[in-house]
């Protein structure tokens, strides 16, 4: 990958109440595609996110944003530069110009309807009207417009799709698309792996707070990491204090295709 | 001036706490025992205060009546407190209300030449003062609590488009205030039409001509607008500070 790297986690674990909810995560996300962190509910992979926009900080290491920890960032530029958008679509005005407004508000009208266009919204169809008044899908495009209206130079997607219909979710993951071709880079948790694998250039899988897969979308064996435990003797058990510390296995070892076939259904 | 009730007036209306005790022993509710309780606490604490005032009132002076306010806003702060439940710092947050709020209503009043500074006078005025800040502090910090639990996926989708943490939280810093008004803007507006407020009642029982004790009954009320405005505000703003960490989070609030 030559491309350049935008987040890089360095050795980032967080523990919340004893529990570990990542355990010495290593990556890197690079810029100008479509990085998607696939998992089970509950192995970490929203918190992944939150990670990158200081919503939640590691107990331990670091995460930077293009070769800087993100705590040397002033935070408000921090999520200006990479907007999370949150897995509940959650309507903050009562106008659906005011909602793409709401965290930039010297948009002209012009901007907004080329903004409400970008997400495939016809702004004749939907400005004048209350946001909640606009289907699950519509509503999760808004949101987009509405963190696209800051400029950011990534976006953060928390489980994007996963509230809505298959055809609403295909006009999401379409939207989606065309961002990254635009050249945005997207960083998106789901569970559905189908879906990530679709919508992504590239997926990283996470089973209980740790990558036990990567490699490119389409890779045939992805579905099955993701739908696989980790591989016996691998099993990370959160709440064995033995599986924590130096006792992890070494990158390499975790990258290599594993043959375990018991399904977990997500 | 009329008349006082004297201590034998008193006693015969014990008869009354009587009363209350046989219709509950009658009707098997149970609580003659807390009603009995409930009176004799009533009379002590009474006296009590009776006779703190009275001495309070001869010795205190202007500095005295104002430290005794002051440590009124320590124990209405602990009071409040507890609605902030989760909430860091709320007792620094409510105290920090009701003294700002008891500071400034009483300034006006004093520095405006509005009310006397006699011991007898600071002291009951200071008193509904504190008890009304401490009101909205209340309030203020249940609407906050409740917000910040309720909200957060909307808040920390406000802060997620790198909004700060002001603007993130605005809608529930307006709610809040508002919550917290109702009350005595509800009771400033029937005023007179319900209930007959404390203050009038008193000085009218005592034997001034009602046109005159409505006058003292309009600044109360005014002074109770100002109070709670000023204290529910200032306790919202610094509950907010301690809702929020230096990343700009919403920080997490215990049950």
Redesign the interface.
């Known amino acids: 990958m030559d491309r350049p790297e935008l987040f890089t986690l360095d050795d980032a674990s967080l523990v919340i109440d004893g529990r570990r909810i990542l355990d010495h995560v290593d990556e890197h996300l690079h810029d100008g595609v479509a990085t998607a962190i696939a998992g089970p509910s509950g192995s970490g992979k929203s918190t992944l996110l939150r990670l990158l926009n200081r919503l939640a900080e590691p107990t331990s290491g670091r995460v930077l944003f293009r070769g800087t920890d993100v705590r040397d960032l002033d935070v408000l530029e921090l999520r200006r530069r990479a907007v999370l958008v949150p897995q509940r679509a959650t309507p903050l005005t009562e106008d659906v110009a005011a909602e793409v407004r709401v965290a930039a508000p010297h948009l002209t009208d012009a901007d907004v309807r080329s903004l409400l266009t970008r997400v495939a919204l016809d702004p004749d169809e939907v400005l004048g009207r209350t946001p909640s008044s606009l289907s699950g899908g519509e509503l999760q495009r808004l949101c987009l417009a509405r963190a696209l209206a800051v400029g950011p130079e990534v976006l953060l997607l928390d489980e994007p799709t996963s509230a809505l219909d298959p055809r609403s979710a295909d006009a999401v993951d379409a939207v989606i698309r065309s961002l990254v071709a635009s050249g945005l880079a997207v960083v998106l948790v789901s569970h559905d792996v189908a879906r990530a694998g679709r919508v992504a250039d590239d997926v990283r899988v996470l089973h209980e707070g740790r990558v036990t897969a990567r490699g490119a979308a389409g890779s045939l064996d992805l579905e099955h990491e993701l739908m696989s435990p980790p591989a016996d003797g691998h099993v990370h058990d959160t709440d064995d204090p033995r599986a924590h510390g130096t006792a992890h296995l070494p990158h390499g070892h975790l990258d290599s295709t594993r043959t375990t076939d018991t399904p977990e259904q997500p | 001036m009329t008349q006082i009730p004297s201590w034998t007036a008193v006693a015969v209306s014990v008869l009354l706490v009587l009363v209350a005790v046989a219709i509950a022993s009658w009707q098997r509710l149970g609580i003659s025992r807390e009603i009995v309780v409930a009176a004799v606490r009533a009379l002590v604490q009474l006296v009590a205060i009776g006779a703190v005032l009275a001495w309070l009132f001869a010795h205190a002076g202007i500095a005295g009546a104002l430290a005794w306010i002051f440590a009124m806003t320590f124990v209405a702060a602990n009071e409040s407190r507890r609605r902030g439940r989760g909430i860091p710092r709320a007792y620094a947050a409510a105290l920090v209300g009701i003294v700002v709020g008891t500071a400034s209503t009483l300034g006006v009043l004093v520095l405006g030449g509005v009310i006397s500074t006699e011991p007898q006078v600071l002291i009951p005025i200071g008193g509904m003062v504190v008890s009304g800040a401490m009101q909205a502090s209340s309030l203020t910090l249940t609407s906050l609590r409740r917000s910040a639990v309720e909200n957060r ?2 808040i ?9 943490a002001p603007q993130a939280f605005a ?1 529930e810093m307006r709610t809040a205030v508002r919550t917290a008004l109702v009350p005595t803007v509800d009771s400033t507006r029937v005023v007179g039409l319900i209930s007959l407020p404390g203050t009038m009642t008193g000085l009218i029982i005592a034997g001034v001509d009602p046109l005159q004790a409505i006058r003292y009954q309009i600044i109360v009320m005014y002074m109770l607008l100002a109070a709670w405005a000023v204290s529910a505000l200032v306790t919202a703003r610094a509950a907010q500070g301690s809702l929020f960490d230096d ?3 919403l920080v997490p609030i215990a049950a």
Request: glycine share 6%; aromatic share 0%.
């Open positions: 996926s909307a920390e989708a406000a802060l997620s488009l790198g909004l700060p809608r990343a700009q989070r």
